[in-house]
């Protein structure tokens, strides 16, 4: 069952900060991220494991609660080139090595 | 990059006509991934491989068959192509199942 993200989308000053959820009915075992910018291919941010493991790339971290079965997406200061869509993805069930994708929130950054 | 191409990028087709993409690695990775990207869908899959003659379906399977004689090549075939299959689709390669790189895209349009 695909998880779900919030908000669906949000635009934001560049500098701002911005948090993006991802919640899912079923037990997660790990949540994956990615970014696409508009007309390209979604790029590995980073994963989680579960254990309530936080993992940072460059000014955006991330967090997961494997209680909660959900994970949630920082974004520091944000910069334009921090604009795009992102999909977090989860593993279910644990080992399947394959992920069912959220619907993705758009996120746009002004200066 | 990791190496990942897709063939055709762009194809136009008529309704009933069969399609078969392309998609090729030069990273000697075991896992590939067919999706398909539709609007406010995300990235769905449709089809999976876990080694050379070993595939399994994904949540959209449907009116989709996948071939993978070489690790190198995954091929995804539309027996007969319907409107609803016009989309963008993303192939994808992982190592040990964990992250995923994606190849540039191939956009199909059924008339």
């Known amino acids: 069952q695909q998880p779900v993200q919030s908000p669906q989308a949000v635009i934001l000053r560049e500098g701002e900060d911005a948090v993006i959820n991802c919640s899912s009915s079923?037990?997660?075992?790990?949540v994956h991220w990615y970014r696409q910018k508009h007309g390209e291919a979604p790029v590995f941010l980073m994963i989680?494991?579960?254990?309530?493991e936080q993992k940072g790339h460059e000014k955006i971290s991330a967090s997961f609660n494997e209680k909660k079965q959900q994970s949630s997406l920082y974004l520091t200061a944000s910069q334009l080139s921090y604009s795009g869509t992102y999909f977090c993805?989860?593993?279910?069930?644990?080992?399947?090595?394959?992920?069912?994708f959220g619907q993705g929130t758009r996120l746009t950054i002004n200066p | 990059d990791a190496g990942i191409t897709q063939s055709p990028r762009h194809k136009v087709t008529e309704t009933g006509t069969p399609v078969t993409l392309r998609c090729h690695q030069t990273e000697n990775h075991r896992y590939m991934y067919w999706y398909r990207q539709d609007p406010g869908h995300g990235l769905r899959l449709i089809h999976y491989s876990y080694g050379v003659k070993d595939t399994d379906k994904g949540e959209v399977s449907d009116g989709y068959s996948v071939s993978r004689s070489k690790t190198e090549d995954f091929l995804l075939t539309l027996e007969s192509a319907t409107s609803s299959q016009t989309s963008v689709y993303f192939c994808?390669?992982?190592?040990?199942?964990?992250?995923?790189?994606f190849g540039p895209g191939t956009r199909l349009t059924v008339t």
């Open positions: 079923k037990a997660l075992y790990s």
């Open positions: 989680l494991l579960k254990g309530g």
């Open positions: 994808a390669i992982s190592e040990f199942g964990a992250e995923q790189y």
């Open positions: 993805g989860t593993e279910i069930p644990q080992g399947a090595q394959k992920l069912v």
